[in-house]
């Protein structure tokens, strides 16, 4: 079964700052797709970014970006300029066409952004 | 559209009673997810459908658990002979047709068996 890594419980970064968040994936397969998704406390999962597995540009949205290293099975989580707003727990997830449709998650990774 | 509704929010139930719980998904999409997530971890699949056809169910879906979805628009996850081992936030996801679209998450329902 696929397994997806998150190896940082809990990460902090100064208000302003950039912060990385690691993800690592075990598959055997060549086409999948990624995902971070954020959950802030109480608060329902929201998705952050998404990658396809075939495109080698790194998927971008605002000041999340990622970093995708298909050979190495990395997909770490940058955040930019981090906001108050930007803490929760982040989830880094796998799915693909040959996994019975399901996402398969990380454990998670709280962040907490300081003023 | 308003998204993935779940009811109710919270349930307090106590060992051995069942317990149902409801999720609406996002109006136009056809595939709905249900996952359990307990304290510390991420979301684990435990069922899907597409429309009203429920396609995969995970080994811990025991036979206590049962999930409808008639008529391919809301679900029910209805758990009999609740455990205490059963507490667990429960979270309904919708997507469109493809099983790699995006899923919408709702709230969840949090299940609490005392």
């Known amino acids: 079964a696929q397994t997806v890594t998150q190896s940082q419980p809990e990460m902090s970064v100064q208000e302003a700052e950039t912060v990385t968040l690691s993800c690592t994936y075990d598959t055997s397969e060549s086409d999948y797709y990624l995902f971070w998704y954020k959950q802030p406390p109480s608060r329902q999962m929201i998705l952050v970014i998404r990658q396809e597995a075939y495109k080698q540009q790194n998927a971008t949205e605002n000041r999340f970006s990622v970093n995708f290293q298909k050979a190495a099975k990395s997909f770490s989580l940058k955040i930019s300029d981090s906001q108050l707003g930007d803490a929760a727990m982040y989830f880094c997830a796998y799915s693909s066409d040959f996994t019975g449709n399901q996402f398969y998650f990380g454990t998670g990774t709280s962040l907490t952004v300081i003023p | 559209d308003t998204g993935v509704s779940q009811n109710p929010r919270h349930k307090i139930t106590k060992r051995g009673q069942n317990v149902t719980f409801r999720c609406d998904p996002i109006s136009e999409h056809n595939r709905l997810y249900w996952y359990r997530q307990t304290l510390g971890q991420g979301p684990e699949f435990l069922t899907y459908?597409?429309?009203?056809?429920?396609?995969?169910k995970s080994r811990l879906l025991s036979d206590r658990f049962s999930a409808e979805r008639p008529k391919g628009s809301f679900s029910t996850l209805e758990i009999q002979r609740t455990e205490q081992g059963d507490s667990a936030m429960y979270l309904c996801a919708s997507s469109g047709r493809w099983g790699t679209d995006t899923q919408y998450f709702g709230p969840g329902t949090r299940l609490t068996v005392l």
């Open positions: 459908f597409q429309n009203e056809a429920q396609l995969e």
